[in-house]
């Protein structure tokens, strides 16, 4: 069973700030490892998948490292806007059938 | 055009109603999913399925039934309907290296 777990729960940083989200994951046979993001009241919006033979992902000011040997996969926010504001998920599932998420990080960021 | 679309979007119902929630992907993927998130915002995956055949049942009571005419059809069936189901539900969908995408969520609410 795949437990996952997210630090810290919620962060606060003014416009402009990195920043830098965490995942663990207790089982290092992840299939693959995914980031998402919630805005409040919305669904789930994909922002970085990782698969299980790769280290890193990049999308614009988004940045996903997975070290699979530790149980981690980190997610770097370059340069964070208001408009970062919102829930991140981390989703790492062992096959195809269960995304197994942690609890999330809410971010909020001070104009 | 909409990946993942379920329909309704909020569902207000009485105890012991019987209540069905709409799923479709135009994605093309072959495994579609449904979850549940309760009020702290905890993601619990509730079914999968693939090319229409339930993969995971991860201990849902029986009043949840699921059924997939087809691979981009999803639905949930909640009979005898309970305070406790008052969540929101999310249909995904995803294939193979893909990521998995979700729906925006109904909200079912029961009084």
């Known amino acids: 069973k795949q437990e996952v777990t997210q630090i810290p729960a919620a962060l606060s940083v003014p416009e402009g700030e990195n920043l830098v989200l965490n995942c663990s994951f207790t089982d290092s046979a992840i299939y693959n490892l995914q980031w998402f993001r919630q805005d409040p009241g919305k669904g789930l919006t994909s922002l970085l998948l990782?698969?299980?033979?790769?280290r890193e992902q990049t999308s614009g000011r988004l940045n996903a490292s997975l070290d699979k040997s530790s149980g981690r996969s980190t997610l770097y926010i370059a340069a964070s806007q208001p408009g970062d504001s919102a829930t991140y998920l981390c989703?790492?599932?062992?096959?195809?059938?269960?995304?197994?998420f942690g609890a999330g990080t809410t971010v909020t960021v001070r104009a | 055009d909409t990946a993942v679309s379920q329909t309704p979007k909020y569902l207000v119902t009485q105890m012991g109603n019987d209540k069905s929630i709409k799923c479709e992907q135009n994605l093309g993927h072959d495994t579609m999913y449904w979850y549940k998130q309760d009020s702290k915002k905890f993601l619990k995956i509730m079914f999968s399925?693939?090319?229409?055949?339930?993969?995971i049942n991860e201990t849902v009571p029986n009043r949840f039934s699921p059924k997939s005419p087809d691979k981009a059809h999803l639905n949930l069936h909640i009979n005898s309907l309970e305070l406790g189901d008052s969540a929101v539900y999310f249909c995904?969908?995803?294939?193979?290296?893909?990521?998995?995408?979700f729906g925006q969520g109904t909200r079912l609410t029961v009084v």
């Open positions: 399925y693939n090319n229409k055949e339930l993969i």
């Open positions: 989703a790492g599932p062992l096959n195809d059938y269960k995304l197994s």
């Open positions: 990782i698969q299980s033979s790769q």
């Open positions: 995904a969908s995803s294939s193979r290296t893909v990521q998995a995408f």
